[in-house]
Structure formats: structure tokens, C-alpha cells
């Protein structure tokens, strides 16, 4: 057995074929079908099924790949580990960030990083909050930035608070707050709101501030994107609150400061475990020691 035939197998279930699988790893196929037969007949245990529509994991596939792919991982970090002991960042650097991420700018961040670091893969990956903590914990992502409710600490990962930011309503040009200098939560409890779904972390911080002003509001709409979010605003199905600092970015549509508005807290997390050169450089750019506080 050895990292070649892995690969193989990685690929081919990836892609569900072998020939996008030879396609992507730039062999001929049956080059790569010889090799993933020969690791079958080693293991004595088919990986696939092969049918004229179709290729698919057996349950020996299955149990063989998350295996096949922490070898490679380590066998990647290994050569890094290498790498920087000779003065060299190279390998892979998996960021994870929400959509509203404001605390940095983010593409001149990875674009400064790229720079220093030609050598290293980057990979950028959006999702909410939760997810994403789930991600650095299972050191799927080498770090993220992620939005949440003050006072909230994630856990079972390392953690560095970024900034705090006030949110602000988000309304249609034509709506009839979009001429107000500024408005508080009372005045916002008659709107329809467009919103992330119930119990997201994105929503967490709207939902806390009414409770705490002992009021209720009507979300009519959720949604999991905020342009989608901004599209159904701009159509007038209703208002949104977004972070500040992020709802400057929207256009044709007005921002109304609110007075005693929710906050959200922007963070950088990433894995408890000693970081690989590529993100202990990455964390290193943003000025964040690597032993930070762990949740």
C-alpha cells in the first residue's frame, strides 16, 4: 500500500468515476485502475462498485477512506513540517469565514498571505457560524472567522476576539424609515423581517436584543445567503438588521442606524492542536499569538 494508491482512491471517490478520477490526478485510466485493483487484492476487500452508469464506495470503501485521507494529511503535513525547518512555508491553508465577516478584509489578508507565501494552497470556505466551528474542530478548516452573540464562547477550539459591531437596519429605498437619522427597537416591532434561520448564530444576536427590550418582532422570511437576503429587502418583503460595517458594502439599498440595536462579536478561531507552518504563518499575519485562550 502506499500514498499514490490512496490518492487514487480518494479520487475516484470524489469524483464517482475513474476516468475524472485519472483526469485529475493526470494518469491514464488504466494506469489508475490497476493501481486501485492492486491495493483491492492487498486489502482483500473490494472499495468499489463498478457498474456501466455508476461507480460507488462498498462498505470496505467506506470504512477505508477517512484513513486513506488522514494519511495523506499527515503525509502533507510532514513534508510542511519539513519545509519550514528549512525555512520554506509550503502546504495547505484552509480558511473558513461567515459572509458578513467585517472585523478583517479578507481578500486583502489572503492576497497579502499569497504573497508571502507562494507556496502554500489556499482555500476559502463559507458557511455560518456553527458549522465552521464544527469544521475547525474536526480540523477540516485551519482556522475561521465567525460572528456571535456577546458573551458567547465557542468551544473545543482556540479563540481570539476580533471586534465588537453594532447592528443596523437594512430597509428599501422607498420604505418609509429610509429618510430616519436613526430609530430604536420600538419603533422596528410592526416590520416584517427578513432574517437567517431560528436558532443560527446569525440570528442569535436580533433575537437577543428584542427579548432584552422585552419586545417581539415578526420574521416573515428566512433565509440562508445574505444577497439573497438583500434582494428580498431591496423588493420590499421586509427589513433586515445586519452588522454596520457589512451593510455599507450593500448597494441601492439605505442603512438606519438603531439605537439600542443587538452587537455581534467577530472572532477568529482555530484547532486546539499544534497549527501547521501554514496557518501558525497565517496566524502570525493577523497578529495572533497561537496559544490563545481555548473554549
Not at 499569497?114 to 470556505?125: C, F, G, K
Not at 460572528?147 to 459591531?165: N, S
Not at 437577543?208 to 429587502?233: H, T, W, Y
Request: proline fraction near 5%.
Amino acid at each position: 500500500m502506499d500514498l499514490q494508491q490512496m490518492r487514487y482512491v480518494v479520487a475516484v471517490a470524489e469524483t464517482a468515476g475513474f476516468t475524472r478520477a485519472a483526469e485529475r490526478c493526470h494518469v491514464v485510466q488504466s494506469a489508475l485502475s490497476h493501481q486501485v485493483a492492486r491495493l483491492e487484492k492487498e486489502l482483500g476487500a473490494r472499495l468499489f462498485e463498478r457498474t456501466s452508469r455508476r461507480v460507488r464506495l462498498t462498505a470496505a470503501g467506506e470504512a477505508f477512506l477517512p484513513a486513506a485521507r488522514q494519511a495523506l494529511e499527515a503525509a502533507e503535513r510532514a513534508r510542511a513540517e519539513v519545509a519550514a525547518a528549512t525555512g520554506e512555508i509550503r502546504g495547505r491553508l484552509t480558511v473558513g469565514s461567515i459572509p458578513t465577516v467585517a472585523a478583517v478584509d479578507l481578500p486583502v489578508v489572503l492576497r497579502d498571505y499569497h504573497l508571502r507565501y507562494p507556496q502554500v494552497r489556499i482555500s476559502l470556505r463559507a458557511g455560518s457560524s456553527e458549522r465552521l466551528i464544527e469544521q475547525v474542530r474536526d480540523g477540516e478548516l485551519d482556522a475561521a472567522f465567525l460572528g456571535l452573540q456577546p458573551g458567547f464562547r465557542p468551544q473545543g477550539v482556540r479563540d481570539h476576539e476580533l471586534a465588537h459591531g453594532r447592528h443596523v437596519a437594512v430597509v428599501a429605498p422607498d420604505h418609509p424609515l429610509a429618510g430616519r437619522r436613526e430609530v430604536g427597537l420600538g419603533c422596528l416591532v410592526d416590520e416584517a423581517f427578513v432574517d437567517f434561520a431560528e436558532g443560527s448564530a446569525a440570528r442569535a444576536q436580533s433575537d437577543q436584543a428584542f427579548a432584552a427590550a422585552g419586545l417581539r418582532r415578526e420574521v416573515a422570511f428566512e433565509v440562508s445567503g445574505v444577497e439573497l437576503m438583500s434582494r428580498m429587502v431591496r423588493h420590499g418583503l421586509g427589513i433586515a438588521l445586519l452588522p454596520a460595517a457589512f451593510a455599507t458594502e450593500l448597494h441601492g439599498l439605505r442603512i438606519v442606524p438603531i439605537t439600542d440595536g443587538p452587537v455581534r462579536v467577530e472572532h477568529l478561531v482555530w484547532n486546539r492542536f499544534p497549527p501547521s507552518p501554514a496557518a501558525s504563518a497565517f496566524l502570525e499575519l493577523l497578529g495572533v499569538e497561537e496559544g490563545a485562550a481555548a473554549g
